[in-house]
């Protein structure tokens, strides 16, 4: 019987081993996890040999670049733009891969992306191209990636869309973003750049005056 070799902590592509899975015909396995976000068990010698260096998500990358350069997409619409590909691939990252920057604020908060979208074919289907200068938009934003509640949407759409979203608590009253702009009169934009671009403070970005003029946004 050869010597065991544990290979938690290894690399090998993009499979982070985690720790000592199965057993299987005396084939042991183990759990790893794609840089993508997914986590399957792997066969031990597939990964010491290199026959397995991702889920699958490597080699779809590898075929969206071919087809996207050559303009022939095989399964997808012909032309479909690299933007599209990234919006899907950056979705699933910050939904499912801890590593990633924004993951605290997505998957570390329980948003996920639905079972059909974890492969670029069915999310393609579903959304089709990205439109220039948009991005994917959930609707509700406490809720999850998936066909009911995404859209493209720009700059300004998704603004508005967390101006109804956004909770703000301010004298021990929590409204929308939307609703305290109406009351205090400040446009919902001029709140959330303050809060967001410029550190303020709730109280502050809801009661001090617009300053008009060229330094209207009063960041300082």
Not at 144 to 149: D, F, H, V
């Amino acid at each position: 019987m050869g010597k065991f070799l544990d290979l938690c902590g290894h690399r090998f592509g993009r499979w982070l081993v985690l720790s000592k899975g199965d057993t299987v015909r005396s084939k042991v396995k183990w759990i790893c996890s794609c840089d993508c976000g997914n986590t399957t068990q792997v066969d031990g010698g597939s990964l010491r040999r290199g026959v397995s260096t991702s889920c699958g998500c490597q080699r779809d990358e590898e075929t969206a670049r071919r087809n996207f350069k050559h303009g022939v997409v095989t399964g997808f619409h012909t032309g479909t733009p690299p933007r599209t590909y990234n919006c899907w691939r950056n979705m699933k990252a910050r939904c499912q891969n801890p590593n990633n920057h924004k993951y605290p604020i997505y998957g570390g908060r329980g948003i996920t992306v639905c079972p059909q979208w974890q492969t670029f074919a069915a999310f393609y289907a579903d959304m089709g191209d990205c439109p220039e200068g948009h991005s994917i938009d959930r609707i509700d934003n406490d809720g999850n990636y998936e066909p009911s509640n995404c859209r493209w949407a720009n700059s300004i759409d998704q603004m508005n869309n967390q101006s109804t979203n956004t909770l703000l608590t301010h004298n021990g009253k929590t409204q929308t973003l939307s609703q305290w702009a109406r009351e205090v009169g400040i446009h919902h934009t001029t709140i959330l750049q303050r809060i967001n671009r410029g550190g303020w403070s709730v109280d502050r970005a809801l009661t001090e005056g617009v300053q008009f003029g060229p330094r209207s946004l009063a960041l300082d």
